[in-house]
């Protein structure tokens, strides 16, 4: 049916057929929302991993030794936002989830960096004063993307949730 600009309806009815119209069901309104909040945290998590990479080439520009757990960091936060924004755009949960999961052993990593080096011993032994702004933006940036990581995994449960089939009474 052709619409009748003036007046927003199709033309050929009066609006009262309004109940017999085709309505998007709200669990599938709620996909597309949980897609839309996904990437814009995915797109958050790359700024992040950004900021981590910079981070680890301005350490090893002064001469410090390759953190692998860095490097494993990085490595599988990029593969999480590849495999993350794959399974975004054709929502498939099989992919929603290793995102989930390959993310947070990034997270894991960046956590793991931090307790192994000299910043947290420097914390134990109280010695804030020696204390680096390199260090202190490391620490920040690690306590940003284990918030950044809870909140990814509650958008993305939310998702799957959503879209995985009703139940069924029995």
Known sequence: MQRHVASGRPSGTDGSDFSYRMVVESRYQRVAE???????LILVQALHLVAGGLLLLLSLSKGAAVNKFAVLSMAAGFLAIVVGELGRMRTMSVLLRLYTSLSSIAVAFSVTC??????FLKVMKQNTEAITSYEMLDAVRVALGILLQ????????RLLQNMSPPKRAS
Do not use: D, F, K, Q
């Open 150 to 157: 809870m909140v990814v995994i509650a958008t993305t449960t």
């Open 34 to 40: 949980g897609r839309s909040r996904l990437a814009r």
């Open 114 to 119: 931090i307790i192994r080096s000299e910043l």
